[in-house]
């Protein structure tokens, strides 16, 4: 019984993604050519009380990088790391930073966010101005006005992430990928851990998908298999794919 008791404590305290004080498509592997776009990015870690958050932008920007990406916009809770190629993470720095230059119809959208997360939203702990919150309603304005029609890709890491998923949010143009249903947390929120477990497996599953469908779906595994180590109630990565995107490659 000792046994079980030291691995129930571990998942509990792997389980912190939640912040303190948040309609599901399934992936299948969908029909039609796969369409290749040209790429520009926004990543950000709303919070820095741990580093994990910060390693995956550290880790996304290197990996959108490593494949042709040439506009990433970064950004940070840690004042620490704050310069002019890494700004504070907040609402508005974030839709100034996708509104200052539009996609354009040749180009692409990925929004990359990473942070603990509760049943209203994503924490951005520096954005006093919205009670360090990023809601559904806050984020499809933003991708609206920062991406527009062109083809949008938001992935959403973080606890209850799955309220990230709705008509706030959806549109035909847009791919949203979250860690975790809307009533689930996520795990990996650590001091012991480089990324949380969702992102993790995503990175992992990058470079052998050619898909986001494919990676949703490899990522998915991956995450379960990591929760079924633990014991611990999946936390349920979800997705959903807008109709004129279901096929779309990765950069």
Not at 50 to 68: K, P
Not at 127 to 153: N, Y
Not at 173 to 180: C, D, M, S, V, Y
Request: net charge negative; glycine share 6%.
């Amino acid at each position: 019984m000792m046994w079980r008791w030291k691995l129930l404590v571990a998942a509990l305290a792997l389980a912190a993604c939640t912040q303190t004080a948040p309609s599901d498509t399934t992936a299948s592997t969908p029909a039609g050519p796969i369409q290749k776009v040209q790429w520009r990015a926004l990543v950000a870690a709303g919070d820095d009380s741990i580093s994990v958050f910060d390693n995956a932008v550290d880790e996304m920007t290197r990996l959108l990088a490593s494949h042709g990406v040439t506009r990433i916009d970064r950004f940070t809770s840690d004042p620490m790391m704050a310069r002019g190629d890494r700004l504070i993470a907040t609402s508005d720095s974030m839709a100034a930073a996708l509104a200052a230059k539009s996609p354009g119809p040749e180009r692409a959208c990925l929004v990359f966010l990473t942070s603990h997360g509760n049943r209203q939203g994503l924490l951005l702990r520096d954005d006093l101005d919205h009670d360090r919150s990023l809601d559904p309603s806050s984020f499809g304005r933003m991708l609206e006005q920062g991406c527009g029609s062109a083809p949008t890709v938001a992935i959403v890491s973080g606890c209850y992430s799955g309220i990230f998923i709705g008509r706030a949010t959806e549109a035909p143009n847009r791919i949203i990928l979250t860690a975790a249903r809307d009533d689930r947390t996520s795990f990996g929120c650590s001091a012991e851990e480089q990324f949380t477990y969702f992102d993790d497996c995503l990175f992992q599953a990058w470079p052998k998908a050619a898909t986001f469908a494919a990676l949703y779906r490899a990522t998915d595994s991956c995450v379960r298999a990591k929760e079924n180590e633990l014991g611990v109630v999946h936390s349920e990565p979800q997705a959903s794919f807008g109709s004129q995107v279901a096929n779309l490659a990765l950069p």
